[in-house]
């Protein structure tokens, strides 16, 4: 290890700069509600404003009130859920983010409004004065934020996603925001590139898999989604894929129009089953200036990564319903990703009792949710509660691994490592094994 090797700190909230402090407020001891102060250069800049998320608790902090701007990384609601508490009493500084993540965070509080009860009127009065708020700052570009600057880099987490770097007279810190996979699908790979010269105070980095590597390939993803597929087309089956509607909808159709359009599949509908989904897919399209490469290439090929001809939208929920009377083969892409709630608990309750069902899991099911339930039925044959109802499970219950929108711990390490002059890391947004894992493998010898 050499001598000027950062210290990489674990679950630890407050962080010293030459000029003030950098305060977790949240995530730091588990992985979500992220959310950061960054007191610098006289000023009190608030990032990521997130509520917790599962299992995992928090209060939220006064010393948010505090902050004079808001900077967001992405639109996420472990990252964004407390901003309409933010608002409620009155906070009315500006809001920083790409204007993709201005946008998609503008979606998902109005779903997550509607989804806490809040009336039209309440949940259109908010998300005016979030939108009034809202300031979008290009990828790449120093602008001013007071005396400060801020710049935003990608991320390559979800479209719009952004580290955040924040300088003053004194001190530099970067926020790393969720940091994606390099190579994902749809997005360009996390940045790497930072000016030289200051050395940075403060890293706050995202440490979710910390202590693990990402084994898949897209190779074994698309393998893995063929075999699935093929086998519940010959059987007639429905493929039910409970599906986050922000990342992972998109990332899923990415693999299935690319199974399509080489033809490894037999003709199925697949129906997106899901507004917010559909809502966040268009959202994707209008901003597909920002795809990487490869789904660049495809569009000038004339192939939309999103997009292919049995692809049906379903906007209303009597159509939802009625989708329960067609017979397979079919897909049925719906949500909530942990089968929490949403459309996809009508077709689970519906499907789970016949072996001419598939459900696809397509993301990590948390303990104690139905999804988890499920997977742990289907193993051993029994029941589960869906929706208040008792359901046998006979349906096949299959998961795809290697969709993680996360960085794995070498990712992460190597994204570390192409910030020069690194004095201190914060670890956060991870559970505690996970972080100490990390602070301890990235800070002690490794073999490759
Ligand atoms: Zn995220």
Redesign the pocket.
Known sequence: MSSNAPEIVAVTEVHPLPDGEVRLLGAVRQVTGAMTRVDTGGRRILVDCGVAQGREQMEFPEAARDAEALVLT?G?L??IGNVPTLLERGWDGPIYGTQATLEIASLSLEDSLGMQGASERESERLLARFRKLAHAVPYGERVPLFDLGLTLHEAG??LG?ASAEIVSDASRVILS??IGRPDSPILRDPNTVWSPGRPVDVVVMESTYGAREHAHSHDDIERDLEAVLKQAIADKAKVLVPAFAI?RTQTLLYFLDALVEARRIPEVPVMIDTPMGLAVTKTYKRFRRLFDKESLAKLARGDDPLDFADLFAVERGRDSRKLRDVEGPMVIIAGSGMCTGGRIVGHLREGLPSARTTVLFVGYQAEGTPGRRIQEAAKRGGKVRVDGEEVVVRARVATLRGLS??ADRKELHAWLGSIPGVRRVALHHGDVEAQTAFASWASGPRSA
């Open positions: 992405h996420h472990d990252h987490h979800i996603s925001g969720d990342g929108a996360h």
